[in-house]
């Protein structure tokens, strides 16, 4: 599945992972596919900020947390890498993201900020803290789309099926996160749609590719090189 760079992303709204201008899409499938623009998919997201940048402690269980738009995911001078997570007690969702963020693993961390996007908040401390916090990684904020706008519309609304589970590949990454703690209780019908990642770069996103049908993602060299162009 092919990420993209461009300075103005239009992607079809069936598969918004397969990034590109129309002119690389076949004609038929252009004709009859609407097109979307990615800034403006996630500039009119309505979140719901459980962490803020720098906000390691999380919101006051007393205080409502903040209701924004999507764009918070701009709002940022550094480059922002954006997780959209399936769900956030699953071992293969929290797998990438610490490969990424391990310090032995990316030089680059200071340069970048993360945003995490999930459909709910189960588990949402914990994740935090096994992905990030444990690996001295505080420069993250979290956000919820509970009407996962941004799954549907950025990244197609494509559900995984249970048959995927007997893949080889997909074995094959169980057992590469087999010590990655993990939470079942979040197993809902919010958790169906797959998620994946997206940059921003200059106000504007230029790479998205959708988490595959193995539940792989981008590996942590080639978030690299895209962070780094």
């Given at each position: 599945?092919?990420?993209?760079?461009?300075?103005?992303?239009?992607?079809?709204?069936?598969?918004?992972?397969?990034?590109?201008?129309?002119?690389?899409?076949?004609?038929?499938?252009?004709?009859?596919?609407?097109?979307?623009?990615?800034?403006?998919?996630?500039?009119?997201?309505?979140?719901?900020?459980?962490?803020?940048?720098?906000?390691?402690?999380?919101?006051?269980?007393?205080?409502?947390?903040?209701?924004?738009?999507?764009?918070?995911?701009?709002?940022?001078?550094?480059?922002?890498?954006?997780?959209?997570?399936?769900?956030?007690?699953?071992?293969?969702?929290?797998?990438?993201?610490i490969d990424f963020v391990r310090?032995?693993?990316?030089?680059?961390?200071?340069?970048?900020?993360?945003?995490?996007?999930?459909?709910?908040?189960?588990?949402?401390?914990?994740?935090?803290?096994?992905?990030?916090?444990?690996?001295?990684?505080?420069?993250?904020?979290?956000?919820?789309?509970?009407?996962?706008?941004?799954?549907?519309?950025?990244?197609?609304?494509?559900?995984?099926?249970?048959?995927?589970?007997?893949?080889?590949?997909?074995?094959?990454?169980?057992?590469?996160?087999?010590?990655?703690?993990?939470?079942?209780?979040?197993?809902?019908?919010?958790?169906?749609?797959?998620?994946?990642?997206?940059?921003?770069?200059?106000?504007?996103?230029?790479?998205?590719r959708r988490e595959g049908r193995?539940?792989?993602?981008?590996?942590?060299?080639?978030?690299?090189?895209?962070?780094?162009?």
């Open positions: 599945m092919e990420g993209c760079k461009t300075d103005k992303l239009m992607v079809e709204s069936e598969c918004a992972s397969e990034c590109g201008t129309p002119s690389n899409q076949g004609f038929f499938r252009r004709l009859f596919t609407p097109q979307i623009d990615l800034n403006d998919a996630i500039r009119t997201l309505n979140l719901v900020e459980l962490v803020g940048p720098l906000d390691k402690d999380g919101f006051d269980p007393n205080e409502c947390p903040a209701s924004v738009s999507g764009e918070a995911v701009f709002d940022c001078e550094k480059v922002t890498l954006v997780y959209v997570v399936r769900r956030l007690g699953c071992p293969l969702c929290r797998g990438p993201i310090e032995e693993n990316n030089k680059s961390l200071r340069d970048v900020r993360i945003v995490v996007i999930s459909s709910q908040n189960e588990n949402w401390e914990d994740f935090l803290t096994v992905c990030f916090f444990d690996n001295n990684f505080t420069d993250v904020s979290l956000y919820i789309d509970a009407e996962e706008k941004i799954k549907k519309e950025v990244f197609g609304g494509k559900p995984w099926k249970p048959i995927w589970l007997l893949k080889l590949s997909v074995l094959r990454s169980m057992m590469v996160y087999k010590d990655v703690p993990r939470k079942s209780n979040d197993m809902t019908d919010k958790t169906n749609l797959l998620g994946g990642e997206i940059i921003v770069r200059d106000k504007n996103v230029n790479f998205a193995d539940f792989s993602h981008t590996p942590s060299k080639e978030l690299n090189k895209f962070l780094s162009m």
